[in-house]
């Protein structure tokens, strides 16, 4: 008996252990993340906004020291990815990869099954410029050029439109706008993405196609598409002979791919103040700026509060440049 009761004592004195072990502080408060976080891409893999996730979910999953795995969730005007992430647990463990098409853009649009502000926005890590491309034996030499021929016939002047509302048709939208071009008498053609419009473009049958400057590159390279100017005041590595737009005379020419995190709102602030500091870290990382290189982008890091006003004041310049388009 004695020893029985000795035995129950024991483990009476294990359980009780263990349960003190499990309600300590130290214990409850386990930092953020320990487990994988599921990073989701609403687009297809192989695209532009696949390639920066991937650079971006390396080095995030380095600085975290969890795997940070990407999930394609393309279709469905990203409507799916997006609520897929708002609607999971306010955990840290679903983020999506913000960027225009998944916030700012979407303003132009109407009875979306979400409010734009009900998000946790930030902090943002990557981004870079459009690219304004013709075929690789067009006469066209300078962006300039290109805004003359279209000046000189505007009614016959093609170019590559994907729906009319992607960052790229954004894009021309504002090139045109900066240039004095009357966007509503041109011909845009429609195309299922800025892979096929450039195709079409190289082959000579619409005069101006564009997209990130990441997707030209290769075409850029093999001599099938000429790139006239990349948007903004820079110039990206990858395109070395494309002036920028500020460079060609149209400094108002300067929407920019950018892409952050977002998650469902009410994160915990330990989970933001965690991303923002892995953010802002892997911006310093030279080994991240070279890669951010090859894709034809650059760190562009910036806080939740900032990343957040800029993305929903964005959405108003979309709107205007849609009026404007309308009329």
């Known amino acids: ?29 386990r930092p953020y993340p320990q487990k994988a976080i599921q990073y989701v891409v609403s687009f297809a893999p192989g695209g532009g906004s696949d390639v920066v996730a991937r650079v971006v979910a390396k080095y995030l999953s380095a600085e975290l020291g969890v795997p940070v795995n990407v999930v394609n969730k393309d279709g469905g005007n990203q409507i799916p990815a997006i609520l897929s992430v708002l609607n999971a647990a306010p955990d840290g463990y679903t983020l999506l990869q913000e960027q225009p098409a998944n916030s700012s853009i979407k303003a132009i649009l109407k009875d979306l099954p979400f409010k734009l502000e009900d998000r946790f926005y930030g902090p943002l890590t990557i981004g870079g410029p459009n690219a304004f491309v013709a075929s690789g034996k067009s006469p066209w030499k300078t962006l300039k050029d290109m805004v003359d021929a279209a000046k000189k016939d505007v009614g016959s002047f093609t170019w590559v439109r994907t729906g009319g509302s992607s960052l790229t048709d954004m894009a021309m939208l504002q090139l045109f706008d900066a240039a004095g071009i009357d966007a509503t008498k041109t011909k845009p053609v429609d195309f299922q993405g800025v892979g096929p419009g450039n195709i079409a473009v190289a082959g000579g049958h619409v005069m101006l196609g564009g997209g990130g400057a990441g997707s030209v590159v290769a075409m850029v390279m093999s001599g099938d598409l000429k790139a006239l100017a990349v948007t903004g005041d820079k110039r990206v590595p990858a395109l070395p002979d494309a002036p920028s737009a500020a460079e060609s005379g149209f400094p108002a020419s300067n929407l920019m791919n950018w892409y952050g995190l977002s998650g469902p709102k009410n994160l915990p602030q330990e989970v933001i103040d965690r991303l923002d500091a892995a953010a802002k870290k892997i911006a310093q990382n030279p080994q991240f700026i070279k890669e951010a290189e090859q894709v034809a982008s650059y760190p562009i890091y910036a806080p939740p509060a900032q990343a957040r006003e800029y993305a929903l004041k964005e959405g108003e310049l979309y709107k205007r440049l849609v009026a404007t388009f309308s009329k």
């Open 1 to 29: 008996m004695a020893t029985r009761f000795g035995r129950w004592v024991g483990w009476g004195a294990i359980l009780v252990a263990t349960v003190v072990v499990l309600a300590s502080p130290g214990w409850a408060a």
